[in-house]
Nanobody
Framework: QVHVVASGGGLVQPGGSLRLSCTTS????????ILWFRQAPGKEREGLLC????????YYTDSVKDRFTISRDNAQKAVYLQMNSLKPEDTAVYHC??????????????????WGQGTQVTVSS
């Protein structure tokens, strides 16, 4: 059984930073692209960034392009989302996800079919 776990969320002031981590079990993370997406109450799921198995990033929205970065450490079996200059509108539950079929590449957000409960990020003063 595949599990995908996002962690590292919390409460941060506007302008602050957080680093989220994504770990998996049941798959070999090295071979998989990892998508980060978020969902705020009453809003649609929003794809943010993806990193391919080879480490190439793909951005799905301009709203985080100058503030969020994605990286992977296969030795640590983790993918990270570094979030800087956080804004109140970044408040959401953040999830990481995998595509169990096209696994290595960053394709459309809708094709990422497996994720966990996510981690809450709240940006507030």
């Amino acid at each position: 059984q595949v599990h995908v776990v996002a962690s590292g969320g919390g409460l941060v002031q506007p302008g602050g930073s957080l680093r989220l981590s994504c770990t998996t079990s049941g798959i070999t993370l090295d071979y998989y692209a990892i998508l980060w997406f978020r969902q705020a109450p009453g809003k649609e799921r929003e794809g943010l960034l993806c990193i391919s198995d080879g480490g190439e990033p793909t951005y799905y929205t301009d709203s985080v392009k100058d503030r969020f970065t994605i990286s992977r450490d296969n030795a640590q079996k983790a993918v990270y989302l570094q979030m800087n200059s956080l804004k109140p509108e970044d408040t959401a539950v953040y999830h990481c996800a995998v595509d169990l079929y096209n696994y290595a590449h960053c394709g459309p957000v809708a094709e990422f079919d497996t994720w966990g409960q996510g981690t809450q990020v709240t940006v507030s003063s």
